[in-house]
Nanobody, 122 residues
Framework: QVQLVESGGGLVQAGGSLRLSCVASGRTFNNYVMGWFRQAPGKEREFVASIWWSGGTTRYADSVKGRFTISRDNAKNTVYLQMNSLKPEDTAVYYC???????????????WGQGTQVTVSS
């Protein structure tokens, strides 16, 4: 049974930083791409960043380039999202996801975590 468990969300002031973690279990993810998505109230779920478990190729949404960094620790089966220079518009529930296609469409990711809330105050 695949499980993705996120942690690290919270309340932070604008300009601050947070690091989200996603621990993956239940199968071998070597051929998977891991993604971070977010969903703000009243908005659709949107792509934030992704990384191939094997090889480490990354991809970012334009809105977070230069501020967010995705990484993974194979030994810990954990994917991270380091978020710096946070803005109020980054406020959302952040989700970890796993899929087999390097896409920005959330419908193409098969497995999802429960989400973690990030709130950035102005």
């Amino acid at each position: 049974q695949v499980q993705l468990v996120e942690s690290g969300g919270g309340l932070v002031q604008a300009g601050g930083s947070l690091r989200l973690s996603c621990v993956a279990s239940g199968r071998t993810f070597n051929n998977y791409v891991m993604g971070w998505f977010r969903q703000a109230p009243g908005k659709e779920r949107e792509f934030v960043a992704s990384i191939w478990w094997s090889g480490g190729t990354t991809r970012y949404a334009d809105s977070v380039k230069g501020r967010f960094t995705i990484s993974r620790d194979n030994a810990k089966n954990t994917v991270y999202l380091q978020m710096n220079s946070l803005k109020p518009e980054d406020t959302a529930v952040y989700y970890c996801a796993a899929g087999t296609i390097a896409a920005t469409n959330p419908n193409l990711f098969a497995f999802w975590g429960q989400g973690t809330q990030v709130t950035v105050s102005s």
